[in-house]
């Protein structure tokens, strides 16, 4: 399938870029594509939640009031879970949340995430452009040319391109990532994916391994 390729003045170039269908026209497994989105999810957790049980609070152990007579239920420590300021019950322990995707998997997940912003019409080649200094207003006024500056976007650029990728830093609806960066949480987190004319080649080659 071919794509126009657009200037950073939201206008045609006149030249056209071959995708691969192998990676923006196959039909999309859903399947994988949560597995992946929930590993980066995942993977993103610290683990360090902690809650103090019955064992590890700090107080009196001496019965606080006598076995029987009282009306109540005996109660023998201050420590007990159903006392204010007692330990908590099964509470939470730090914990490891990281879990292995075969690379397999992640790529077809990327493919998949891919062909349903093809399928939706939110993919845009876009010529390769640097500015000459990091500035935010630069890479707003690229937003408004494409007529995207209202919805989220990804930028997928080279390297080299260090002056956008800072331009774009600043903005909550904007992000910038280079192909080695590119998961399949970001991709579908955005509502249009740019990618440059530069770095298709090897993105298409990243995922057809």
């Not at 691969?20 to 999810?41: A, C, M, R, T």
């Not at 590890?56 to 007990?80: D, L, M, N, P």
């Not at 891919?114 to 993919?123: G, R, T, V």
């Amino acid at each position: 399938m071919k794509v126009s390729v657009l200037d950073i003045q939201g206008k045609e170039t006149g030249r056209e870029v071959e995708l691969s269908e192998s990676v923006f026209g196959i039909e999309p497994n859903d399947h994988v594509i949560y597995l992946d989105v929930k590993q980066h999810l995942a993977n993103k957790r610290q683990g360090t939640h902690k809650a103090k049980e019955r064992a590890e609070i700090v107080g009196s152990t001496r019965k606080i009031k006598k076995q029987k007579g009282t009306g109540t239920a005996r109660a023998g420590s201050i420590k007990s879970p159903i006392f204010k300021g007692g330990g908590r019950v099964f509470g939470p322990r730090p914990r490891d949340y990281h879990f292995k995707l075969n690379k397999k998997m992640k790529r077809l997940a990327r493919r998949s995430a891919l062909s349903q912003k093809m399928k939706s019409e939110a993919l845009i080649i876009v010529e390769d452009f640097n500015f000459d200094k990091p500035r935010t207003k630069d890479y707003l006024n690229v937003l408004d040319n494409l007529n995207i500056r209202s919805k989220k976007s990804l930028l997928v650029l080279d390297e080299s391109n260090k002056n956008v990728y800072l331009s774009s830093r600043n903005l909550k609806t904007a992000k910038a990532v280079t192909v080695s960066e590119l998961n399949t949480y970001n991709i579908l987190n955005s509502n249009v994916l740019l990618i440059s004319e530069g770095k298709l080649e090897e993105l298409q080659n990243n995922l057809n391994k």
